[in-house]
Nanobody, 124 residues
Framework: QVQLVESGGGSVQAGGSLRLSCAAS????????MGWFRQAPGKEREGVAS??????YYADSVKGRFTISLDNAKNTLYLQMNNLKPEDTAMYYC???????????????????WGQGTQVTVSS
């Protein structure tokens, strides 16, 4: 069965960097659209970035600062986050769709498989 396990969250000061990892099992990660989402307290879950073998998409709020990538050998999705801001503070989730199609900045309802999340806290 499909399993996604995130890691790499933590606390960092504004301007710092973190790299989130999402280890996928039960399927080949490159065969599906995969994405990162985040949810801050009291807010709805929002899409951060998504990718398949051809396209990558980023929310405007993270363009130029975050990079989504996939290590095929490790079957692991990454989110490199640079120049972090306090407003990036949230629980971050990785997710996978049922197929390759991404279609744009990820929308939660379009993703079928989810990890448990990893917390990112950015202090000013």
């Amino acid at each position: 069965q499909v399993q996604l396990v995130e890691s790499g969250g933590g606390s960092v000061q504004a301007g710092g960097s973190l790299r989130l990892s999402c280890a996928a099992s039960g399927y080949t990660a490159s065969s599906r659209c995969m994405g990162w989402f985040r949810q801050a307290p009291g807010k709805e879950r929002e899409g951060v970035a998504s990718r398949n073998t051809v396209y990558t998409y980023y929310a405007d709020s993270v363009k130029g600062r975050f990079t989504i990538s996939l290590d095929n050998a490790k079957n692991t999705l990454y989110l490199q986050m640079n120049n972090l801001k306090p407003e990036d503070t949230a629980m971050y989730y990785c997710a996978a769709r049922g197929g390759r199609y991404c279609g744009g900045v990820p929308v939660p309802g379009e993703f079928a498989y989810w990890g448990q999340g990893t917390q990112v806290t950015v202090s000013s």
